[in-house]
């Protein structure tokens, strides 16, 4: 078997770390502004690059990150750039395949040097060029992963941000799909708990183990009344008390009672 060069060890390991990276935003969402430094580097092999994530939809504001922290980010891209750059004719075509790459590597460098997007947007963060994987997720929500190489990397370059970029949007997309996901649950369940703390009466929900996986505080303040929830279950204190809420819960006798 023939060893794996030093190279190709560190592309994998560069790898893990970044697949790594973008799953961790899963749970968290605001890990993605890190995740997207980090994209950057890993694409472009530069720390002097730049990745937005950008969503498509007008009602999905909340999921719009970048590495860049700096205000005028948003501020020149958002309400002075936008739809102006080359690519922005790309981001209304629909979306057939699992995402659309695209890049600015059909310009020259001396057509690059007379758009104003470029003369002004992009010099005043010092990158040269935009790349572009747009993808939709499963629930139907469009996305732009935009990485931005710096100056100095040439039009030659764009292939192999190309590759790094295709080989980590699968990973980009899923973690996106399932970010919401978990915060549409996160914040149901939020508002549940919510809604159901301070009722006045005591309520829990059941699992099919009779096991408690909710319990208000009303429920909980129930000890006083001989009612209290011990190992996950409620126990009543007298043994006949008892027996008849175990009847109940197991759908047996007269459950109106």
Known sequence: MIPASKERIHQMENHIFITKNIYKTIEDRSE???SLVNIAKYCTDS?????????LDEDMSEWRFGSNQDP?????????WRNKSPLSVYTRKKIENDFLYVDDSFLSDKQ???IPFYMEFLKEF???RIHHA???TENGNRFLLSVQSPDGLTIQSSAIIKQNLTRIIPHVIQAV??????NKSKNFHEIFENSFKEMPFGIALINSENKIVYAN???IRMESDGIFVKNNTIQVKSSDGNSKFSRLLSGSGDVHN
Do not use: Q
């Open 72 to 80: 005028k980010t948003e501020e020149l891209y958002y309400n002075h």
């Open 47 to 55: 720390s002097f690059g730049g990745a937005s994530l950008i969503p």
């Open 126 to 128: 010092g990158v040269r």
């Open 177 to 182: 799909g399932t970010g919401i996901s978990f």
């Open 134 to 136: 747009m993808f939709k």
């Open 32 to 34: 993605w502004n890190e």
């Open 112 to 114: 690059i040097d007379k």
């Open 217 to 219: 505080n009303n429920l």
